[in-house]
């Protein structure tokens, strides 16, 4: 009796070894996404709702993929250049523009979604700019090549 509780012991203690160092690595994997963990988060992404939150995870661990991707909601003369830009400036201070922007989170949603679905950075570029161009101009994002991957 006593090995059998010896092995489970140390069978929880492995599993939560290897939970404290994906905490401390600051990333965890979510549905074959990459998203920050949720202690890293500032709290004002950790008080939003959790599709915002989400989108600020993925942000926070995805800036060369939403670096990207451009911006349909008008945020170009806040000097945003890219989706990323909606989420975090560049000094790694939360941007809070997207915690109230539902068209933001949509297309870093969307972006998500495409790359779940093993979609290349430049099938979703291609994508989000036919599905988002009527809402307005777009940041001033750097087309992808075509023959760029994920």
């Not at 400036?89 to 297309?107: K, N, P």
Request: hydrophobic share 35%; aromatic share 6%.
């Amino acid at each position: 009796m006593r090995l059998r509780q010896w092995f489970a012991l140390s069978v929880v203690l492995l599993m939560l070894g290897g939970a404290l160092t994906a905490c401390r690595a600051g990333s965890v994997d979510v549905q074959g996404l990459t998203l920050t963990d949720e202690d890293t988060m500032p709290i004002e992404v950790q008080n939003s709702p959790q599709r915002v939150a989400e989108t600020y995870h993925f942000a926070a661990a995805n800036q060369d993929v939403l670096e990207k991707i451009p911006c349909y909601c008008g945020c170009g003369p806040m000097g945003h250049n890219s989706s990323y830009a909606c989420f975090w400036q560049e000094d790694g201070i939360v941007e809070t523009h997207a915690m109230d922007c539902g068209l933001c989170v949509d297309i870093a949603q969307d972006t998500m979604s495409g790359l779940r679905n093993g979609r290349t950075l430049a099938e979703i570029r291609q994508q989000i700019d036919a599905d988002y161009a009527r809402f307005g101009p777009s940041t001033n994002t750097p087309p992808v090549a075509s023959t760029q991957e994920n």
